[in-house]
């Protein structure tokens, strides 16, 4: 059984930092691209950042010169380091990854870890 289980959310003042973290275990053949996505209230979930397994990486707009994700291949785990938070980073995060697996490829998701940045 695949699991991701995500870590490192919490409160924190604008101008603050957190770092997320995303470890995926389980019977796992190949990780392919991983990234973080949020949902805030009443919104459509979105795309925050990506990085491909050869270290690709993609962010958007807002988050542009603020957030930097990472992975550590060896651990099957995925970052994302989170500087200069606005409140309307306010959000619960999630943590994806397309996996190959005996059950074959697709994407997997974590179940969140909030994000609440006070103004």
């Known amino acids: 059984q695949v699991q991701l289980v995500e870590s490192g959310g919490g409160l924190v003042q604008a101008g603050g930092s957190l770092r997320l973290a995303c470890a995926v275990s389980?019977?796992?053949?190949?990780?392919?691209?991983m990234g973080w996505y949020r949902q805030a209230p009443g919104k459509q979930r979105e795309l925050v950042a990506a990085?491909?397994?050869?270290?690709?990486?993609h962010y958007t707009d807002s988050v542009e010169g603020r957030f930097t994700i990472s992975r550590d291949n060896a651990k099957n785990t995925v970052y994302l380091q989170m500087n200069s938070l606005k409140a309307e980073d306010t959000a619960l995060y999630y943590c994806?990854?397309?996996?190959?697996?005996?059950?074959?490829?697709?994407?997997?998701w974590g179940q969140g870890t909030q994000v609440t940045v006070s103004s």
């Open positions: 990085i491909s397994s050869g270290g690709y990486t």
């Open positions: 389980g019977s796992i053949f190949t990780i392919d691209t």
């Open positions: 994806n990854a397309d996996m190959t697996t005996i059950s074959g490829r697709r994407s997997y």
